[in-house]
């Protein structure tokens, strides 16, 4: 057990299945001699070699094309996107192709691909660089989408990804990356996809959240006066609806927090399975917390466009009123 920050422990999970299973290879821009645009993949090359670590061209269609063609093959490719935002080139890919190959062959070929890709904002990038995406690919049937919080869940969640016989969008809040340390396991272990995380326990409201908007939930919650329960999702498909069920059953009150924009963030599906699900338990409205419906703003507006705690704060206190 050493403290880690969530880059490193992405980077040990890397390194230790590259170890483990000689087909798992990592892919991308600059990810083997610069060691990628935030050091992910850094020393890999070095250990495992131009065939394990491999430099691709400036093409991200080509990326996923080719790591699916790699998964279809037998092969286990970690492909690194430098920024969320830029996945969409090889959005065709993913969609028609990685998500679609185990029914397409009647269970003939798996695709066991994981596409990394920094996302959300808070590094005073530029749109493309700070988008939260999650919920394009949530909506698709056959792709796994993660989100981690915390260097301990980074690491155990991109193991199980990699594990996986079908294709996974790992998205990392880059804000994360070197922000705190955290005590992870010096040894592999994984973290099944699908099951949320109670970060802190309350019986007067239910805050779900995931990655980015986590640790500002988590100060909302502790500000406000009130006892509320933060469940970090931490994967949003499949996402652990049991957890939020019994949860909002406990309580009584909901709110969700995401980064995304709010119009058709994943934070509307979970509204309305627990409008389904548990509409008797409620003891007032469900509420949203997300960002504005318009492209991620320059610099100079990045703290008004991102839910704050504040915003937050304001959503519980209303909750709670009604």
């Not at 092969?75 to 969320?84: G, T, W």
């Not at 199980?160 to 994360?176: A, H, M, N, W």
């Amino acid at each position: 057990m050493s403290e880690k920050t969530l880059i490193a422990a992405i980077n040990e999970a890397m390194c230790q299945e590259m170890e483990r299973d000689p087909t798992v290879l990592v892919m991308g821009e600059d990810v083997g001699l610069d060691g990628g645009v935030f050091r992910a993949t850094d020393g890999l090359q070095g250990k495992f070699g131009t065939n394990r670590s491999i430099d691709t061209p400036l093409a991200e269609s080509a990326i996923v094309g080719t790591a699916i063609g790699m998964a279809a093959g037998g092969l286990r490719p970690v492909a690194e996107i430098q920024f969320a935002g830029f996945i969409l080139p090889g959005f065709n890919q993913l969609i028609n192709h990685a998500a679609r190959l185990r029914m397409r062959s009647q269970g003939q070929f798996t695709c066991p691909l994981v596409v990394r890709a920094p996302c959300s904002g808070g590094i005073r990038a530029l749109e493309h660089h700070s988008e939260s995406p999650e919920a394009l690919y949530a909506h698709v049937p056959g792709l796994k989408v993660v989100v981690p919080s915390t260097p301990f869940d980074a690491k155990g969640l991109l193991v199980q990804s990699i594990r996986e016989p079908d294709p996974v969008i790992f998205l990392e809040p880059s804000k994360y990356y070197r922000a705190f340390k955290q005590d992870v396991p010096d040894e592999l272990y994984a973290i099944p996809l699908g099951q949320g995380e109670v970060r802190i326990e309350g019986t007067d409201l239910t805050l779900v959240t995931w990655g980015s908007m986590v640790r500002p939930a988590m100060q909302a919650a502790a500000d406000s006066g009130k006892s509320v329960e933060v469940i970090d999702l931490r994967s949003i498909s499949p996402w652990d609806k049991e957890m939020v069920l019994n949860s909002v059953r406990k309580t009584g009150r909901l709110v969700i927090a995401h980064e995304a924009p709010l119009s058709g963030g994943f934070g509307a599906e979970i509204a309305a399975t627990v409008a389904q699900e548990a509409m008797y338990d409620l003891k007032g409205p469900i509420l949203r917390v997300g960002a504005y419906d318009v492209p991620f703003p320059l610099a100079r507006r990045e703290d008004f466009y991102i839910p704050s705690p504040q915003r937050i704060g304001k959503a519980i206190q209303t909750a709670c009123e009604g």
